[in-house]
């Protein structure tokens, strides 16, 4: 069982850097293939990055590739994600997610897999 809660996010004018993180509960927080989603008014939820329980392996959506970097700390029980170069079209709600090993790493990018998401958080990027 892992209980996720998001923070750090708020209004950012365009160009500008932002950091989120993702904190866990749970003894077996490093087990977990850990990913970020978000949600755009209007908009389905969509993948934004992964990374892999073991050997830290990462994986982003084109969108945000070279802008934005995920990073865990398995002794903190932390995730973040940091951003920069961030677009009014970075705006929405971004949500922290985990999913158990045993589904396996090709998985990452399906929403459906993940059985433990945190509340969320709003990212507001201004022009």
């Known amino acids: 069982q892992v209980h996720l809660g998001e923070s750090g996010g708020g209004l950012v004018q365009a160009g500008g850097s932002l950091t989120l993180s993702c904190a866990a509960s749970?003894?077996?927080?490093?087990?977990?293939?850990l990913a970020w989603f978000r949600q755009s008014p209007g908009k389905e939820r969509e993948f934004v990055a992964a990374?892999?329980?073991?050997?830290?392996?990462?994986d982003y959506a084109d969108s945000v590739k070279g802008r934005f970097t995920i990073s865990r700390d398995n002794t903190k029980n932390t995730m973040s994600l940091q951003m920069s170069s961030l677009k009014p079209e970075d705006t929405a709600i971004y949500y922290c997610?985990?999913?158990?090993?045993?589904?396996?790493?090709?998985?990452?990018?399906?929403?459906?897999?993940?059985?433990?998401w945190g509340q969320g958080t709003q990212v507001t990027v201004s022009s």
């Open positions: 997610a985990a999913a158990d090993r045993t589904w396996g790493w090709a998985i990452r990018r399906t929403q459906e897999r993940f059985g433990y």
């Open positions: 749970g003894r077996t927080f490093s087990t977990y293939n």
């Open positions: 990374i892999s329980w073991g050997s830290g392996v990462a």
